[in-house]
């Protein structure tokens, strides 16, 4: 029988050693680590709130943007030919804007002026200013506008973009209508904190452009909330989009700018639709 040399296998076979790292390294490493995850956390929460993996899609140019997919799809451009189809005069009042302005019953509030709803679900600021030309067509007394809010919560975009891109929108439509009284009417609050900063911000700077274009501002802001608080619950069914009251209250903001002494609506005989 053999026997096994124990002096060789203890030569070869040693000890395993346990590397340990000083104080200072460890506290450093854990540091290092707990800063990557909070980083990562954040990054994933911030492309959450800017649209998830479509926001990343359309980053990387993987996917048109909002407003090239807004413009180009049947359903606008059938909405826009219907708008080109109405006849226009002097007289007219134009509510312009995204799904807020186009879920409003503004003929019904107002229904001795001549009122134009030309609010589109979806619309930034570029895609008004795409259809700029059939909004000002005829030239009509007053536009009241509001745009904005999709340009931040579905394109993700900072506010100086948004504010370069309204002042090149005012600043077309006083070119294409000078006669025309513009009402620049303020971003509502919504119901995600997130994005009341952006929009008190986007906010203060559309006062400052209105001003500076010789428009009219209306701030609706506040009447729905107070001062850095969310979208009172009572006036939202979604966090964004708005009940009967809170149209109703919007409706009685913008009577007196409505329904001014000197501007009475013009009787209008039959007009034929343009083909």
């Not at 509502?188 to 203060?204: E, Y």
Request: include cysteine; charge should be positive; charged fraction near 20%.
């Amino acid at each position: 029988m053999s026997t096994v040399n124990t002096t060789k296998l203890s030569s070869v076979v040693r000890p395993r050693q346990i590397v340990t790292l000083p104080p200072t390294m460890l506290t450093l490493t854990i540091a290092s680590l707990t800063a990557n995850v909070l980083a990562i956390l954040g990054v994933a929460i911030f492309i959450k709130n800017r649209g998830g993996l479509s926001y990343v899609m359309i980053r990387m140019g993987l996917r048109p943007t909002r407003v090239q997919a807004q413009t180009t799809s049947n359903w606008y451009k059938e909405t826009v030919a219907q708008f080109e189809l109405i006849p226009r005069s002097s007289f007219d009042i134009v509510f312009v804007g995204d799904s807020l302005t186009e879920q409003g019953r503004w003929g019904e509030f107002f229904q001795d002026y001549p009122i134009r709803n030309r609010g589109i679900g979806g619309d930034a600021t570029l895609d008004v200013l795409k259809r700029l030309d059939d909004i000002v067509k005829g030239s009509p007394a007053k536009i009241f506008i509001m745009v904005g809010l999709n340009d931040l919560a579905k394109l993700g975009l900072p506010v100086s973009t948004i504010s370069e891109n309204y002042t090149r929108l005012l600043l077309a439509m006083k070119a294409a209508s000078p006669t025309s009284t513009v009402f620049v009417q303020s971003v509502l609050p919504v119901g995600d904190a997130f994005r009341l900063k952006a929009i008190k911000k986007l906010n203060d700077e559309l006062r400052n452009i209105a001003l500076e274009n010789s428009c009219e501002w209306i701030d609706l802001y506040s009447l729905y909330a107070e001062e850095g608080a969310e979208l009172d619950v009572k006036y939202t069914w979604d966090g964004l989009h708005l009940t009967a009251l809170a149209y109703l209250k919007w409706m009685d903001a913008v009577r007196p700018f409505v329904v001014t002494p000197n501007f009475r609506a013009k009787p209008t005989s039959p007009q034929t639709f343009s083909s």
